[in-house]
């Protein structure tokens, strides 16, 4: 490939260095001289550096460069490396010092990888120290301890010629007990980019700065009206705060000239976190409490991205290789990467205030196959981000092309060089291995420039989710880089747009060509099958909605994140969540549904039927389609016939209940099926199977029951005429009782209140008190309490009064 075969381009140099350089040369031909008539001390020193290689002692010093400033020196500057040197060996060093060595110019950019590879190899070439006065000293190392070093020289010193890549060493010399002479113990190779003056032409460098994370958000929503989010966790509240990752990507990224690729659901994230939202613990959630962190995060992005280019990926980042491999022959996966590029302008520009380009698609790692690139433009991005280590050069190119190729279609790709995209990837935790990336992230940069005299356009593709330490490496090379004098900055548009080299490969690999260990990472394709099955719950679920916005928004997300590239090596994770995702909607679809029915009897040849609909959702449902059908319709008809359809709506938090007339024609048991159907006819939701029981009441039965309701009427008229007859019967015996005895008053001349007899009325009533007080008398006349009895009269009874 071209970046392996590099091509040896020159640049010319400053007529007073190339004298500078000369003049060096030509002082040191009689040291050269004397080295050719002292074959002894040279064989010496031969046999000491083979002696030094075979020792034990070789290598138990570990060095480390933590600082190399400035990365890139011009003339005038002085360089100053710091570090520490650490004895690891078995035996305590002495008279030891720390030197620095300048090897010869790297040419090309495979070189640079090799000493990069063997960077603390003492087998290989080690150049002379700089000059002994450029040292630090140690009376001793012990074993075990680290010693710091700090070292500065003036590039003066250094002596450096043609502008290009220099090997830059740091190394550790002493003694120890086993071979007291000095040797190198140890030593730390890296890089010294060399550019004093500008460099004509400069590369046109494309640096993305992505702003991509994981899932945060589950597809369940609150049930009151700002459907309150939920969080799985806090993990995003964490990435945001300040020293948190997200948080450092955006105060690294401010400063830099760069292209901002972001994730719309990271934005719509922390956007929802701005207000109340909810964090599941368990199986509860808890109320969020990062608005305040989430705000200023926003606040800060937005200043960042102002007047800045901001390309957009789809919603969720969709892993598009996943896609093509095990997805597209699954009905409906293409349209969720087509709704999740259309989300796009509803997310970003809402959010950012800055208008966002959708024409770039960026697989994972830059890997790009037929398969892949079909898919990728399927929803409207005409150019996809791919990878020098992907979209390979032949041999015969012995320099790296510019990005652009057209690849046919209408379609771009944005070729990143691989060696400066993967430049921050590993442990960069110490800051010896960030010094490292940097110093080398550099020497490639130039090293590239310097291949031929024309100006071509680079693009820097790094990692998706650099971690904190990748992140400051990645800024320090690039402030670097764009205060240099070889590159200047181009946004990825412009890059896009360049003129294409004739000579790049516009060949895209074939699907079998894509690396296995990226393929054995990807989706399967029982994700998409899991993915098209929660949508078509969905589909029929939002169709018996009056609001549906309510669930199809919430879920439309939730399954374009089912896709993301964030997946990849986290294959339980991703199943979980599908699973919560599909658990959900299930849940949801099971709020509305009929309420089950036990056995029912039926008595006669007609009757009513109910059948509930329940709706524990909060908004309301319908129109839904309720069919009864009777499963031996000889037996029950439903209406006339085997079934009757009737519409039903049902408000949020009430249940309706639908009745259906039936008919039966004979005795016995049929079953009956109530299910609920969507107005396109598709079911929804379980039937519910129950029994009726039909009893046929025949014409005797009926003649029966009528002759012994006939018996009961007229017994009850006989009951009441016997007592009205009883009642007149005491009633006339009471009357003849008292015309008796007012006869018998006339006859003794007892008459009541007689003037003319007075002593008669004082008679009667001396003898009235004997009278009551004496037994009762069959002539006695009955008592007459009618006027003052206040009781009720008997049932059936008349009362004269």
């Known amino acids: 490939m071209a970046e392996a075969a590099d091509f040896q381009g020159t640049s010319p140099s400053p007529a007073r260095r190339w004298l500078r350089r000369t003049t060096a040369l030509i002082a040191g031909a009689p040291l050269l001289a004397g080295l050719v008539q002292l074959p002894t001390?040279?064989?010496?020193?031969?046999?000491?550096?083979?002696?030094?290689?075979?020792?034990?002692?070789?290598?138990?010093?570990?060095?480390?460069?933590?600082?190399?400033?400035?990365?890139?020196?011009?003339?005038?500057?002085?360089?100053?490396?710091?570090?520490?040197?650490?004895?690891?060996?078995?035996?305590?060093?002495?008279?030891?010092?720390?030197?620095?060595?300048?090897?010869?110019?790297?040419?090309?950019?495979?070189?640079?990888?090799?000493?990069?590879?063997?960077?603390?190899?003492?087998n290989d070439a080690i150049a002379p120290e700089i000059d002994d006065k450029y040292t630090e000293k140690f009376s001793k190392l012990t074993p075990g301890v680290a010693e710091h070093f700090n070292i500065s020289v003036p590039v003066d010193d250094l002596d450096l010629g043609d502008d290009g890549v220099y090997e830059f060493a740091v190394s550790l010399s002493g003694e120890t007990s086993a071979q007291p002479w000095e040797r190198i113990l140890g030593i730390q190779r890296t890089f010294l980019p060399w550019q004093p003056e500008a460099a004509a032409p400069r590369t046109k460098t494309t640096a993305l700065w992505p702003l991509v994370s994981t899932t945060h958000m589950?597809?369940?929503?609150?049930?009151?009206?700002?459907?309150?989010?939920?969080?799985?966790?806090?993990?995003?509240?964490?990435?945001i705060s300040p020293g948190g990752r997200l948080d450092q990507m955006v105060t690294l990224g401010k400063d830099l000239d760069v292209t901002w690729v972001v994730d719309p659901d990271l934005l719509a994230s922390v956007d929802a976190m701005t207000g109340s939202y909810r964090v599941r613990d368990g199986d509860t959630t808890t109320a969020g409490t990062h608005q305040a962190v989430a705000k200023q995060w926003?606040?800060?992005?937005?200043?960042?991205?102002?007047?800045?280019?901001?390309?957009?990926?789809?919603?969720?980042?969709?892993?598009?290789?996943?896609?093509?491999?095990?997805?597209?022959?699954?009905?409906?996966?293409?349209?969720?990467?087509?709704?999740?590029?259309?989300?796009?302008?509803?997310?970003?520009?809402?959010?950012?205030?800055?208008?966002?380009?959708?024409?770039?698609?960026?697989?994972?790692?830059?890997?790009?196959?037929?398969?892949?690139?079909?898919?990728?433009?399927?929803?409207?991005?005409?150019?996809?981000?791919?990878?020098?280590?992907?979209?390979?050069?032949?041999?015969?190119?012995?320099?790296?092309?510019?990005?652009?190729?057209?690849?046919?279609?209408?379609?771009?790709?944005?070729?990143?060089?691989?060696?400066?995209?993967?430049?921050?990837?590993?442990?960069?935790?110490?800051?010896?291995?960030?010094?490292?990336?940097?110093?080398?992230?550099?020497?490639?940069?130039?090293?590239?420039?310097?291949?031929?005299?024309t100006q071509r356009s680079i693009v820097i593709a790094p990692q998706r989710t650099p971690s904190g330490s990748?992140?400051?490496?990645?800024?320090?090379?690039?402030?670097?880089?764009?205060?240099?004098?070889?590159?200047?900055s181009q946004k990825l548009a412009a890059a896009a747009a360049a003129k294409p080299d004739p000579d790049a490969t516009t060949k895209v690999p074939s699907t079998s060509?894509?690396?296995?260990?990226?393929?054995?990472?990807?989706?399967?394709?029982?994700?998409?099958?899991?993915?098209?099955?929660?949508?078509?719950?969905?589909?029929?679920?939002?169709?018996?909605?009056?609001?549906?916005?309510?669930?199809?928004?919430?879920?439309?997300?939730?399954?374009?994140?089912?896709?993301?590239?964030?997946?990849?090596?986290?294959?339980?994770?991703?199943?979980?969540?599908?699973?919560?995702?599909?658990?959900?909607?299930?849940?949801?679809?099971?709020?509305?549904?009929?309420?089950?029915?036990?056995?029912?009897?039926?008595?006669?040849?007609?009757?009513?039927?109910?059948?509930?609909?329940?709706?524990n959702l909060v908004q309301d449902v319908g129109?839904?389609?309720?069919?009864?059908?009777?499963?031996?319709?000889?037996?029950?008809?439903?209406?006339?016939?085997?079934?009757?359809?009737?519409?039903?709506?049902?408000?949020?938090?009430?249940?309706?209940?639908?009745?259906?007339?039936?008919?039966?024609?004979?005795?016995?048991?049929?079953?009956?099926?109530?299910?609920?159907?969507?107005?396109?006819?598709?079911?929804?939701?379980?039937?519910?199977?129950?029994?009726?029981?039909?009893?046929?009441?025949?014409?005797?039965?009926?003649?029966?029951?009528?002759?012994?309701?006939?018996?009961?009427?007229?017994?009850g008229f006989r009951m009441y005429t016997q007592r009205k007859r009883a009642a007149a019967r005491e009633a006339d015996g009471a009357s003849g009782e008292a015309q008796e005895d007012e006869n018998s008053d006339a006859i003794s001349g007892d008459g009541p209140e007689n003037p003319k007899d007075p002593e008669g009325r004082l008679k009667k009533e001396s003898e009235a008190p004997h009278r009551a007080g004496g037994p009762e008398q069959p002539s006695d006349p009955a008592a007459d309490t009618a006027a003052e009895n206040g009781d009720p009269s008997g049932t059936g009874e008349r009362v004269d009064r």
């Open 298 to 453: 926003l606040a800060e992005l937005q200043d960042a991205v102002a007047d800045k280019e901001v390309v957009a990926l789809p919603f969720a980042d969709p892993d598009l290789a996943s896609l093509a491999h095990n997805g597209t022959d699954v009905t409906g996966s293409l349209s969720q990467l087509k709704d999740a590029t259309d989300v796009i302008t509803n997310t970003v520009e809402p959010i950012l205030h800055v208008k966002p380009s959708t024409d770039f698609a960026w697989p994972v790692n830059g890997a790009v196959d037929r398969s892949i690139v079909k898919v990728a433009t399927s929803a409207g991005a005409d150019k996809v981000i791919a990878r020098s280590d992907s979209l390979q050069e032949t041999d015969d190119l012995q320099y790296t092309p510019s990005a652009a190729r057209p690849i046919g279609g209408g379609t771009t790709a944005v070729v990143a060089d691989a060696r400066l995209s993967t430049a921050f990837e590993g442990d960069l935790t110490r800051a010896s291995a960030s010094t490292l990336a940097v110093q080398r992230f550099l020497a490639q940069s130039l090293a590239l420039g310097q291949q031929t005299g």
């Open 41 to 122: 001390a040279g064989t010496a020193q031969a046999d000491g550096q083979s002696s030094a290689k075979a020792d034990s002692d070789s290598g138990s010093v570990a060095v480390a460069v933590d600082s190399l400033t400035p990365s890139a020196p011009t003339e005038g500057d002085t360089v100053t490396v710091s570090g520490t040197v650490t004895n690891n060996g078995k035996r305590t060093v002495t008279d030891a010092h720390v030197g620095l060595r300048l090897g010869a110019e790297v040419n090309t950019r495979s070189a640079v990888d090799r000493i990069a590879k063997n960077s603390d190899d003492l």
């Open 513 to 615: 060509s894509y690396p296995a260990s990226l393929r054995k990472k990807e989706l399967p394709r029982s994700a998409f099958v899991q993915i098209a099955q929660t949508q078509d719950k969905l589909a029929k679920f939002q169709v018996v909605l009056s609001n549906p916005s309510r669930v199809v928004t919430p879920f439309g997300r939730a399954l374009n994140r089912e896709m993301s590239v964030s997946w990849r090596g986290r294959t339980a994770e991703a199943e979980s969540f599908r699973a919560g995702v599909q658990s959900y909607l299930d849940g949801l679809t099971g709020r509305v549904g009929l309420i089950d029915k036990s056995e029912t009897k039926l008595s006669g040849r007609s009757a009513t039927i109910p059948v509930t609909v329940q709706n």
């Open 470 to 488: 990748q992140a400051r490496a990645m800024a320090e090379a690039l402030r670097a880089l764009q205060g240099g004098t070889w590159s200047e």
């Open 218 to 239: 589950a597809a369940e929503t609150g049930p009151n009206e700002e459907q309150t989010p939920v969080f799985l966790n806090e993990d995003l509240a964490k990435e």
């Open 623 to 715: 129109p839904l389609v309720l069919r009864l059908t009777s499963t031996n319709p000889t037996r029950l008809e439903i209406d006339g016939a085997a079934y009757q359809e009737q519409p039903v709506s049902v408000s949020g938090g009430h249940s309706q209940s639908v009745k259906f007339t039936t008919s039966a024609n004979a005795n016995g048991r049929a079953t009956v099926i109530a299910q609920l159907y969507t107005m396109d006819g598709r079911k929804y939701g379980d039937a519910v199977t129950f029994d009726v029981k039909v009893t046929e009441i025949t014409a005797t039965v009926m003649l029966v029951i009528g002759g012994g309701v006939l018996l009961l009427v007229l017994a």
